[in-house]
């Protein structure tokens, strides 16, 4: 007899279950949802977009040189909204296959560890060359710290 009670109620549990996902107002809570969960992922994809492509500029050089470079660094390090103590200015350099360089210009933390988020300054610049001056200063990995103080 208690298992056909038990039998019984689980019947009507479903079947009560069943009323309520299909009830109109159970799909529009759903879709409700759905919707509010769309709607922030796309603002919050469009917000980081934009940060990002704030932060990062572009230039093309026929000859870009340590002097233009070093310019670049110090007007952006004293408006730079995040403080750090020790100031040093990364330049990667990288061959493209267009026969170019490309500089990727960055900060760098008090680990040597460089700041690419969107919070930071960058600059990549595309060029045919690079003066000798600056050319004499890259590493064998194609990298040269600039330190600066604030």
Not at 108 to 112: E, K, S, T
């Given at each position: 007899m208690l298992l056909a009670n038990t039998?019984?109620?689980d019947t009507q549990a479903v079947t009560?279950?069943?009323e309520i996902f299909a009830s109109p107002m159970f799909l529009n809570f759903l879709l409700g949802?759905?919707?509010?969960?769309?709607?922030?992922?796309?603002?919050?994809?469009?917000?980081?977009k934009k940060k990002v492509i704030a932060a990062t500029e572009e230039r093309d050089y026929e000859i870009y040189s340590l002097e233009e470079s070093i310019k670049w660094f110090q007007s952006?390090?004293?408006t730079s909204k995040k403080s750090f103590e020790k100031v040093k200015g990364c330049l990667l350099k990288e061959e493209l296959?267009?026969?170019?360089?490309k500089l990727t210009h960055c900060f760098?933390?008090?680990?040597?560890q460089p700041l690419l988020n969107s919070d930071y300054p960058q600059l990549i610049v595309k060029t045919v060359r690079v003066s000798q001056d600056l050319e004499n200063k890259f590493d064998a990995k194609g990298m040269l710290i600039l330190p600066f103080s604030r």
């Open positions: 039998a019984k109620n009560t279950m069943k949802t759905v919707i509010i969960i769309i709607f922030l992922t796309v603002f919050a994809f469009i917000k980081n952006k390090k004293s296959s267009d026969s170019r360089l760098l933390d008090a680990n040597n």
